[in-house]
């Protein structure tokens, strides 16, 4: 049963880190680009960054680059997004999901998503 399980989302303040995790389950993570992905309140889901099943590229919207890292352990089998310098408009639910083996940022292009874990970047 595939299963990828998000941890780590809460308030926040304008300025502060977080940082999320997503533990998953039930398929080869090793073999699959993981992405992060991101919707606030009335507005569609958008494509926060991504790694590469190896982890040794990341891709990164322009909203969160050089804000923004994500990770990943191919041994726990977990992909992690630090999240510096957080501004209101980074507040939302945030997705991890698994890609194939060479995703982009287009949401269609992964299988597996998480239930998501809230982020609320408060003034």
């Known amino acids: 049963q595939v299963q990828l399980v998000e941890s780590g989302g809460g308030l926040v303040q304008v300025g502060g880190s977080r940082r999320l995790s997503c533990a998953a389950s039930?398929?080869?993570?090793?073999?699959?680009?993981m992405g992060w992905f991101r919707q606030a309140p009335g507005k569609e889901r958008e494509f926060v960054g991504r790694i590469s099943w190896s982890g040794g590229s990341t891709y990164y919207a322009d909203s969160v680059k050089g804000r923004f890292t994500i990770s990943r352990d191919n041994v726990k089998n977990t992909v992690d997004l630090q999240m510096n310098s957080l501004k209101p408009e980074d507040t939302a639910v945030y997705y991890c999901?698994?890609?194939?083996?060479?995703?982009?940022?287009?949401?269609?292009?992964?299988?597996?998503w998480g239930q998501g874990t809230q982020v609320t970047v408060s003034s």
């Open positions: 039930g398929f080869t993570f090793s073999s699959r680009v």
């Open positions: 999901a698994a890609g194939g083996h060479y995703s982009s940022s287009y949401s269609h292009e992964y299988d597996y």
